[in-house]
């Protein structure tokens, strides 16, 4: 029913900046709270940032608190995710996901759509 498309991934070197993107359809983006996740080699996919319904809400993975930002355009059915100061360990395919739930949840079971992932990798 929801469809979710990320972009934005690339290669950069520490320190520098990426802008992911998420663009939804199916559905208003206003229905859903929206987070990311990310994935790395040889790891379990981990909780990175979610956002509420009206964008006054946010919840951040320590490990990129002050470093990331999420935040979304309802008006373009966009969320972004915004990360600054990357570091090696950023590295991994990042995920879009959606849940008509409320809380901006930090656990993969509470999600029900999902985006097939954008690669980042920081080189040092």
């Known amino acids: 029913q929801v469809q979710l498309v990320e972009s934005g991934g690339g290669l950069v070197q520490s320190g520098a900046s990426l802008r992911l993107s998420c663009q939804a359809s199916g559905r208003a983006l206003s229905d859903m709270t929206m987070g990311w996740f990310r994935q790395a080699p040889g790891k379990e996919r981990s909780f990175v940032a979610a956002i509420n319904k009206n964008g006054l809400r946010t919840n951040y993975a320590d490990s990129v608190k002050d470093r990331f930002a999420i935040s979304r355009d309802n008006t373009k059915n966009t969320v972004y995710l915004q990360m600054n100061s990357l570091k090696p360990e950023d590295t991994a395919v990042y995920y879009c996901?959606?849940?008509?739930?409320?809380?901006?949840?930090?656990?993969?079971?509470?999600?029900?759509?999902w985006g097939q992932g954008t690669q980042v990798t920081v080189s040092s």
């Open positions: 996901t959606c849940r008509l739930g409320s809380l901006p949840s930090d656990s993969q079971s509470h999600y029900e759509y």
